[in-house]
Nanobody, 125 residues
Framework: QVQLVESGGGLVQAGGSLRLSCAASGRTFSSHSMGWFRQAPGKEREFVATISRSGGSTYYADSVKGRFTISRDNTKNTVFLQMHSLKPEDTAVYYC??????????????????WGQGTQVTVSS
């Protein structure tokens, strides 16, 4: 069982930056690949980024490529999402998720086994 708690969300102006964190409980964090998803009001939850167990492989949605960076620190059981050049359309609740299976560029939600409660990111224009 893995419990995930996101933090770091908030209100930022367009063009600004935020760094989200997701702290995981348990001793099996490094055996899970991790992902970030987001859900805007009235829209379905969508894939943002994923990272392999070691951190050596990453994959991004086209909408955030070049602006967002996913990383992890297995010594601290934490995964991060550094967001730059934020746009109003990035406004959403951001969720981290853990996947027992290995790294995959598949973006569907059903590939992930554990989810956090989410953290709100609001980008004003």
């Amino acid at each position: 069982q893995v419990q995930l708690v996101e933090s770091g969300g908030g209100l930022v102006q367009a063009g600004g930056s935020l760094r989200l964190s997701c702290a995981a409980s348990g001793r099996t964090f490094s055996s899970h690949s991790m992902g970030w998803f987001r859900q805007a009001p009235g829209k379905e939850r969508e894939f943002v980024a994923t990272i392999s167990r070691s951190g050596g492989s990453t994959y991004y949605a086209d909408s955030v490529k070049g602006r967002f960076t996913i990383s992890r620190d297995n010594t601290k059981n934490t995964v991060f999402l550094q967001m730059h050049s934020l746009k109003p359309e990035d406004t959403a609740v951001y969720y981290c998720a853990a996947r027992r299976a290995g790294f995959s560029t598949a973006t569907h939600l059903t590939g992930y086994d554990y989810w956090g409660q989410g953290t709100q990111v609001t980008v004003s224009s």
